[in-house]
């Protein structure tokens, strides 16, 4: 048996291309795309966390830096029926929440 795969190897190897795969553009592109919308949320997700523990500064330059991204997208996609400023909206309303409830809330430790 093990000859078999010695011969199958050396056949493998002299007949096999290994160069890498090209990525088709449109592709790539899908995979940029995705990787933007996960980094969307690990940015708002961030948001979040600085909300919860009061760091309202924190969370303030995290909303301009969701803005921004918002920004940069719209402009890149124009009319595209996926592009909503709900997300930034929702990041909007809580930092205003958080701002006037902040004397009445008690401190929280997440880590």
Do not use: H
């Not at 795309?33 to 523990?53: E, I, K, T, W, Y």
């Not at 029926?81 to 990041?91: G, K, L, M, P």
């Amino acid at each position: 048996m093990e000859s078999v795969l010695n011969r199958f190897s050396v056949l493998v190897d002299r007949f096999a291309s290994l160069a890498p795969a090209a990525v088709p553009n449109d592709r790539l592109q899908r995979l940029q795309n995705a990787f933007r919308r996960r980094l969307d949320d690990a940015v708002v997700d961030v948001f979040q966390r600085a909300c919860l523990s009061r760091d309202l500064d924190t969370a303030a330059e995290l909303l301009t830096v969701l803005e921004n991204m918002n920004e940069r997208r719209r402009r890149t996609y124009g009319g595209e029926r996926r592009i909503s400023d709900a997300t930034v909206a929702q990041a909007r309303e809580e930092l205003a929440r958080r701002r006037v409830m902040q004397p009445l809330e008690p401190p929280t430790d997440l880590d």
